[in-house]
Protein backbone atom coordinates (compact mmCIF):
# COMPACT_ATOMS: atom_id res chain seq x y z
CA UNK A 1 0.00 0.00 0.00
CA UNK A 2 1.32 3.59 -1.26
CA UNK A 3 1.97 5.92 1.79
CA UNK A 4 2.28 9.36 2.38
CA UNK A 5 4.58 11.25 4.96
CA UNK A 6 4.59 15.32 6.00
CA UNK A 7 7.18 15.92 8.25
CA UNK A 8 6.74 19.19 9.40
CA UNK A 9 3.23 19.37 11.70
CA UNK A 10 3.82 23.17 11.46
CA UNK A 11 5.67 26.00 9.36
CA UNK A 12 6.04 29.40 9.48
CA UNK A 13 6.47 32.50 6.94
CA UNK A 14 7.13 36.00 7.20
CA UNK A 15 4.66 37.74 4.29
CA UNK A 16 6.37 38.27 0.40
CA UNK A 17 9.05 35.36 1.91
CA UNK A 18 9.43 32.03 0.08
CA UNK A 19 8.55 28.71 2.28
CA UNK A 20 8.86 25.46 1.14
CA UNK A 21 6.67 22.14 2.30
CA UNK A 22 8.35 18.58 2.23
CA UNK A 23 6.32 15.28 1.44
CA UNK A 24 7.93 12.15 0.87
CA UNK A 25 5.84 9.09 -0.35
CA UNK A 26 6.75 5.24 -0.66
CA UNK A 27 5.25 3.43 -3.88
CA UNK A 28 6.21 0.28 -5.77
CA UNK A 29 4.52 1.83 -9.10
CA UNK A 30 6.25 3.45 -11.88
CA UNK A 31 3.04 5.39 -12.92
CA UNK A 32 1.39 7.98 -10.67
CA UNK A 33 0.14 11.08 -9.58
CA UNK A 34 1.00 13.62 -7.02
CA UNK A 35 -1.08 16.66 -5.97
CA UNK A 36 -1.05 19.00 -3.31
CA UNK A 37 -4.20 20.14 -1.79
CA UNK A 38 -4.75 23.39 0.86
CA UNK A 39 -7.81 23.70 3.25
CA UNK A 40 -8.46 27.08 4.84
CA UNK A 41 -9.96 27.18 8.30
CA UNK A 42 -13.26 26.89 6.53
CA UNK A 43 -12.24 23.40 5.47
CA UNK A 44 -13.02 23.53 1.76
CA UNK A 45 -10.28 21.46 0.52
CA UNK A 46 -8.69 22.85 -2.63
CA UNK A 47 -6.03 21.60 -5.32
CA UNK A 48 -3.04 23.96 -5.33
CA UNK A 49 -0.65 21.89 -7.89
CA UNK A 50 -0.46 18.72 -9.47
CA UNK A 51 2.18 16.88 -11.28
CA UNK A 52 2.20 13.44 -13.35
CA UNK A 53 5.06 11.14 -12.21
CA UNK A 54 6.11 10.85 -15.81
CA UNK A 55 7.19 14.01 -15.93
CA UNK A 56 10.55 15.05 -15.40
CA UNK A 57 9.10 18.90 -15.56
CA UNK A 58 8.58 20.41 -12.33
CA UNK A 59 4.95 21.64 -11.84
CA UNK A 60 3.97 25.37 -12.25
CA UNK A 61 1.01 27.23 -10.77
CA UNK A 62 1.49 31.28 -10.63
CA UNK A 63 3.49 31.37 -7.41
CA UNK A 64 3.75 27.81 -6.02
CA UNK A 65 5.67 25.26 -8.20
CA UNK A 66 6.98 21.69 -6.62
CA UNK A 67 10.37 19.82 -6.51
CA UNK A 68 10.00 16.36 -8.05
CA UNK A 69 12.59 14.14 -6.98
CA UNK A 70 11.16 10.79 -8.19
CA UNK A 71 14.10 8.14 -7.28
CA UNK A 72 14.21 10.31 -3.93
CA UNK A 73 10.02 9.64 -3.89
CA UNK A 74 10.18 13.25 -2.92
CA UNK A 75 7.64 16.12 -3.82
CA UNK A 76 8.01 18.76 -2.24
CA UNK A 77 5.68 22.35 -2.32
CA UNK A 78 7.56 25.68 -2.80
CA UNK A 79 5.30 29.03 -2.17
CA UNK A 80 6.73 32.15 -2.95
CA UNK A 81 6.41 35.81 -2.13
CA UNK A 82 3.58 33.93 0.35
CA UNK A 83 0.31 36.21 1.28
CA UNK A 84 -1.64 36.19 4.30
CA UNK A 85 -4.40 33.59 2.49
CA UNK A 86 -2.11 31.16 2.20
CA UNK A 87 -2.00 30.32 5.37
CA UNK A 88 -3.82 26.57 5.31
CA UNK A 89 -3.58 23.11 5.94
CA UNK A 90 -1.43 21.58 3.35
CA UNK A 91 -2.12 18.09 2.39
CA UNK A 92 0.29 16.54 0.08
CA UNK A 93 -1.74 13.22 -1.95
CA UNK A 94 -0.60 10.41 -3.80
CA UNK A 95 -3.55 8.94 -6.35
CA UNK A 96 -2.64 5.48 -8.46
CA UNK A 97 -3.25 5.47 -11.95
CA UNK A 98 -7.02 3.76 -12.42
CA UNK A 99 -7.68 0.65 -13.27
CA UNK A 100 -5.15 -0.94 -11.00
CA UNK A 101 -6.02 -2.28 -7.52
CA UNK A 102 -6.31 1.08 -5.59
CA UNK A 103 -8.77 2.66 -8.28
CA UNK A 104 -7.53 5.80 -8.07
CA UNK A 105 -7.86 6.87 -5.04
CA UNK A 106 -6.22 9.54 -2.96
CA UNK A 107 -3.56 8.66 -0.34
CA UNK A 108 -3.24 11.95 1.86
CA UNK A 109 -0.38 12.88 4.22
CA UNK A 110 -0.98 14.10 7.45
CA UNK A 111 -0.66 17.81 6.59
CA UNK A 112 1.46 20.91 7.55
CA UNK A 113 -0.28 24.25 9.05
CA UNK A 114 1.01 26.84 7.34
CA UNK A 115 0.85 29.85 9.49
CA UNK A 116 1.82 33.03 7.64
CA UNK A 117 2.94 36.31 9.48
CA UNK A 118 2.34 39.65 8.54
CA UNK B 1 -20.50 26.59 -11.31
CA UNK B 2 -22.25 25.23 -8.19
CA UNK B 3 -19.67 23.48 -5.79
CA UNK B 4 -20.02 20.08 -3.99
CA UNK B 5 -23.07 20.35 -1.55
CA UNK B 6 -22.98 18.97 1.99
CA UNK B 7 -25.71 18.91 4.82
CA UNK B 8 -25.68 19.24 7.37
CA UNK B 9 -22.44 21.37 8.13
CA UNK B 10 -22.51 20.38 11.68
CA UNK B 11 -23.91 17.43 13.75
CA UNK B 12 -23.83 16.24 17.39
CA UNK B 13 -25.21 13.53 18.86
CA UNK B 14 -25.07 10.66 21.61
CA UNK B 15 -22.86 7.34 21.42
CA UNK B 16 -24.92 4.35 19.94
CA UNK B 17 -27.57 6.98 17.94
CA UNK B 18 -27.98 7.18 13.89
CA UNK B 19 -26.77 9.91 11.57
CA UNK B 20 -26.98 10.16 8.34
CA UNK B 21 -25.18 12.89 5.86
CA UNK B 22 -26.34 14.11 2.60
CA UNK B 23 -23.94 15.30 -0.36
CA UNK B 24 -24.84 16.59 -4.09
CA UNK B 25 -21.94 16.68 -6.54
CA UNK B 26 -20.98 18.79 -8.82
CA UNK B 27 -23.73 18.06 -12.15
CA UNK B 28 -22.25 15.91 -14.33
CA UNK B 29 -19.58 14.41 -12.02
CA UNK B 30 -20.16 10.57 -12.37
CA UNK B 31 -17.57 9.70 -9.77
CA UNK B 32 -18.31 10.30 -6.02
CA UNK B 33 -16.15 9.88 -3.11
CA UNK B 34 -16.77 10.05 0.86
CA UNK B 35 -13.66 10.77 3.20
CA UNK B 36 -13.60 10.65 6.92
CA UNK B 37 -10.78 13.45 8.49
CA UNK B 38 -9.99 13.09 11.79
CA UNK B 39 -8.67 16.26 13.43
CA UNK B 40 -5.15 17.02 12.94
CA UNK B 41 -4.66 13.84 10.11
CA UNK B 42 -5.35 13.83 6.49
CA UNK B 43 -8.12 12.61 5.17
CA UNK B 44 -8.82 8.84 4.30
CA UNK B 45 -11.48 6.94 1.66
CA UNK B 46 -14.27 5.69 3.46
CA UNK B 47 -15.78 4.46 -0.37
CA UNK B 48 -15.92 5.60 -3.54
CA UNK B 49 -18.60 5.75 -6.54
CA UNK B 50 -18.94 5.52 -10.09
CA UNK B 51 -22.17 6.31 -11.50
CA UNK B 52 -24.50 4.51 -9.06
CA UNK B 53 -21.91 1.96 -8.38
CA UNK B 54 -19.16 1.46 -5.34
CA UNK B 55 -15.47 1.27 -6.92
CA UNK B 56 -13.89 0.87 -3.36
CA UNK B 57 -15.65 -0.03 -0.28
CA UNK B 58 -12.18 -1.39 1.58
CA UNK B 59 -12.18 0.96 4.20
CA UNK B 60 -16.09 1.56 4.83
CA UNK B 61 -16.29 -0.21 8.83
CA UNK B 62 -19.13 -2.02 7.02
CA UNK B 63 -20.83 -3.16 10.89
CA UNK B 64 -21.85 0.73 11.23
CA UNK B 65 -21.28 2.67 8.30
CA UNK B 66 -23.53 2.12 4.75
CA UNK B 67 -23.84 4.56 1.72
CA UNK B 68 -25.85 4.77 -1.09
CA UNK B 69 -26.20 6.76 -4.49
CA UNK B 70 -29.12 6.92 -5.76
CA UNK B 71 -29.48 7.21 -9.43
CA UNK B 72 -25.93 8.25 -9.89
CA UNK B 73 -26.56 11.54 -8.40
CA UNK B 74 -26.98 12.68 -4.67
CA UNK B 75 -25.46 9.98 -2.07
CA UNK B 76 -26.04 9.51 1.39
CA UNK B 77 -23.72 8.19 3.87
CA UNK B 78 -24.92 6.64 7.06
CA UNK B 79 -23.60 5.44 10.66
CA UNK B 80 -25.75 3.20 12.97
CA UNK B 81 -24.73 2.88 15.69
CA UNK B 82 -22.18 5.79 16.38
CA UNK B 83 -19.03 5.61 18.43
CA UNK B 84 -17.12 8.12 19.98
CA UNK B 85 -14.32 7.63 17.70
CA UNK B 86 -16.72 8.23 14.46
CA UNK B 87 -15.70 12.21 15.80
CA UNK B 88 -14.77 13.42 12.29
CA UNK B 89 -15.40 15.70 9.58
CA UNK B 90 -17.28 14.05 7.15
CA UNK B 91 -16.09 15.26 3.44
CA UNK B 92 -17.87 14.19 -0.09
CA UNK B 93 -16.16 15.07 -3.59
CA UNK B 94 -16.21 14.41 -6.83
CA UNK B 95 -15.06 14.41 -10.01
CA UNK B 96 -15.57 14.17 -14.08
CA UNK B 97 -14.82 10.98 -14.47
CA UNK B 98 -12.94 7.79 -13.12
CA UNK B 99 -9.57 8.66 -14.00
CA UNK B 100 -5.93 9.31 -11.61
CA UNK B 101 -5.80 13.15 -13.12
CA UNK B 102 -9.26 14.35 -12.79
CA UNK B 103 -9.11 17.26 -10.39
CA UNK B 104 -11.81 15.58 -7.19
CA UNK B 105 -13.71 18.80 -5.90
CA UNK B 106 -14.48 18.40 -2.62
CA UNK B 107 -17.42 19.77 -0.13
CA UNK B 108 -17.25 22.20 2.74
CA UNK B 109 -17.55 18.72 4.99
CA UNK B 110 -19.71 17.84 7.80
CA UNK B 111 -18.72 17.72 11.24
CA UNK B 112 -19.81 15.32 12.96
CA UNK B 113 -19.11 15.53 17.19
CA UNK B 114 -20.05 12.09 19.27
CA UNK B 115 -20.41 12.25 22.95
Not at chain 2, 67 to 81: M, Y
Request: aromatic share 12%.
Amino acid sequence: AQTVTQSQPEMSVQEAETVTLSCTYDTSESDYYLFWYKQPPSRQMILVIRQEAYKQQNATENRFSVNFQKAAKSFSLKISDSQLGDAAMYFCAYRSPAGGTSYGKLTFGQGTILTVHP
Amino acid sequence: EAGVAQSPRYKIIEKRQSVAFWCNPISGHATLYWYQQILGQGPKLLIQFQNNGVVDDSQLPKDRFSAERLKGVDSTLKIQPAKLEDSAVYLCASSFVFGSYNEQFFGPGTRLTVL
